[in-house]
């Protein structure tokens, strides 16, 4: 059974390219995609038990992922989150992490380690 999964990016060219990308490679299934923290926590409502994983970029529209995570301090056990961004300073990461999130990628440098990881949730569970 894939994982199920909410990407947040608003680089829709960058989502129309993953997402085919991490249901073969991967077994995940991007049930939805919000370009906005808004529409984030809007889908993380919508799918408020049924999602596994949030694949998450910090630059968005209209604001910050960084505001996403402060809505996540709550996420079931099951429920993962994995930063993707280019925004992958030493600090963005130590606040990241800080805020409770699972893994940390950039986007242009570690694009193989990130779906190596999303790899891995499926057979360690998420």
Request: net charge negative.
């Amino acid at each position: 059974m894939p994982i199920t999964a909410v990407l947040v990016d608003d680089d829709e060219d960058l989502s129309q390219v993953l997402i085919p990308v991490l249901e073969d490679f991967a077994d995940v299934n991007v049930v939805e995609v919000a370009h906005t923290p808004v529409e984030a926590l809007a889908l993380m409502a919508k799918y408020e038990l049924d999602w596994q994983l949030l694949i998450l970029d910090i630059d968005l529209r209209n604001g910050s992922g960084l505001d996403v995570l402060n809505a996540c301090s709550h996420r079931l056990p099951h429920q993962l989150i994995i930063v993707l961004t280019n925004l992958s300073t030493p600090q963005v990461r130590s606040r990241c992490l800080s805020l409770g999130v699972d893994a940390v990628f950039d986007k242009t440098a570690e694009i193989d380690a990130f779906l190596k990881h999303c790899q891995s949730l499926k057979r360690h569970g998420p």
